[in-house]
């Protein structure tokens, strides 16, 4: 049964870095058929899909266009887990961020975290 | 990007009802078209993937058609635990990802 442990601060200041970490049981991070994404909610943006890493011979990232100059996200292959930072946070980063598993042969999110719910502000 | 537009927004419908809710997208998607269910506090949960196929675990009341541009959710007979937010997602122009901005199915 695979399960997603998300981790991280609810709190960050304006113009810091919000860090989060997804934890993986039941699968591998560098596994071939999924991918690994970052997913956040709010009233004002709805869902909005931010970015993935996915491993197919080599370490592959994509990023939403929206937060590209400000986002990375890496796996961690000895925690089988991996991370989102999102730098330069505003209020407007203000949301509930969830990761998720991408099955890339039904391509579809079926495993999803519990969220984390982060504020920005001072 | 591909626009997903789901109608209604929102929906009043009672315990044994037949619902339905629509989502378009801006332009072809084939089957790629998958659908959620989203309850206060939670992850949203897959119930529908590449538009009809019903994922392991989920009831046989929910059901999922359509192709191109035009897709469905239907609920053939409303119980308690469906009243929840429901979302349509494209995965046709992957990686670039995007939702629906949701029905919310309130009891009646």
């Known amino acids: 049964q695979v399960q997603l442990q998300q981790s991280g601060p609810g709190l960050v200041k304006p113009s810091q870095t919000l860090s989060l970490t997804c934890a993986i049981s039941?699968?591998?991070?560098?596994?071939?058929?999924?991918?690994w994404s970052w997913i956040r909610q709010s009233p004002s943006r709805g869902l909005e899909w931010l970015g993935r890493?996915?491993?197919?011979?080599?370490?592959?990232?994509d990023y939403a266009v929206s937060v590209k100059s400000r986002i990375t996200i890496n796996p961690d292959t000895s925690k089988n887990q991996f991370s989102l930072q999102l730098n330069s946070v505003t209020p407007e980063d203000t949301a509930v961020y969830y990761c998720?598993?991408?099955?890339?042969?039904?391509?579809?999110?079926?495993?999803w975290g519990q969220g984390t719910m982060v504020t920005v502000s001072s | 990007d591909i626009q997903m537009t789901q109608s209604p927004s929102s929906l009043s419908a009672s315990v044994g009802d037949r619902v339905t809710i629509t989502c378009r997208a801006s332009?072809?998607?084939?089957?790629?078209l998958n659908w959620y269910q989203q309850k206060p506090g939670k992850a949203p949960k897959l119930l529908i993937y590449?538009?009809?196929s019903l994922q392991s675990g989920v009831p046989s009341r929910f059901s999922g058609s359509g192709s191109g541009t035009d897709f469905t959710l239907t609920i053939s007979s409303l119980q308690p635990e469906d009243f929840a937010a429901y979302f349509c997602?494209?995965?046709?122009?992957?990686?670039?990802?995007?939702f629906g901005q949701g029905t919310k199915l309130e009891i009646k």
């Open positions: 998720a598993r991408y099955l890339s042969a039904v391509k579809t999110f079926d495993i």
């Open positions: 039941g699968d591998s991070v560098s596994s071939n058929s999924a991918a």
């Open positions: 590449t538009a009809s």
């Open positions: 332009q072809s998607i084939s089957s790629y």
């Open positions: 997602q494209q995965s046709y122009s992957a990686p670039l990802f995007t």
């Open positions: 890493t996915s491993y197919r011979s080599k370490w592959y990232n």
